[in-house]
């Protein structure tokens, strides 16, 4: 007896995993509650701009852009070719240790300075309202378009609107420092897709756990009585009688 019992335990337990796994199957399968909404724009791995694409990338609105990852820009800039794009800024300022104000202050050391503080300049009162250092962040938007960023500034320069030049002038204004700052890190990359796939992976796990338990709790249900235990057919007896509809 002891051992017909226990096969029937383990033959309980296999059916009810390989039953739960049938049905959460077939569950995702009949309600793609995934599937439904993959298709929406949230849930694409990046924005499509249709209108963009069908206007040729003219007059579309900006598409929002994810945060800039500064570490990755840095990381991979030129910075021989940020030494070039330089030499825009030459007429008015220059980047070696010591070097002379001119129509700008001398630049080396400037990232990571405090703003408008470079010795022996006088700064516009637009740049000395600035708080704060020149961090990457700062650089950026203010050699992007020094009028917007700093209004009122005294650098008439209309500004470097490609951000591969940007980010390669910033890395050679780094270098210009007895004690470089460390670059930021890249921002980890976590896309919407990994997101989810660790979601999916996450429920798994839980379903997982709920069929051991459940199939513990199968097991422990049927030992007392042994051998009798049919596979969980759930009360199926009270079938027919409907209630009554109330009333004559
Ligand atoms: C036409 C002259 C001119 C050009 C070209 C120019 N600048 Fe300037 N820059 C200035 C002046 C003037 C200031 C001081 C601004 C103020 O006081 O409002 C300044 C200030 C700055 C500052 C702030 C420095 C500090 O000490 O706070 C930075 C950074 C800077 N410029 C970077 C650049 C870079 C990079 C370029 C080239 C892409 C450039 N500038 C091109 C004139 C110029």
Redesign the pocket.
Known sequence: MGDLFWNKVAGVLIGAVLAVMAITELGHLLVPSHGAHELTDENTSYPVDWAAIESGGGEAEPVEEGPTDYGLLLANADISNGERV?R??A???TFEQGGANG???N?WG?VG?D????AGFS??S??EALEGE?TYEA?NH??ESPASY?PG?????RG?SDEAQRFD?IAY?HSLSDNPLPFPDPLPEESEMTEEVSDMAEQAGEAMGDMAEEAGEQAAEMAPEGEEAAPAEDDEAAAGEEPQEGGH
């Open positions: 330089a825009r800024c007429a008015c300022h129509v700008g202050p630049l400037v300075a703003i408008a503080t470079h700064y516009s637009a740049l020149w650089l203010f050699i700093a500034t005294a650098m008439s320069f470097l002038l204004l």
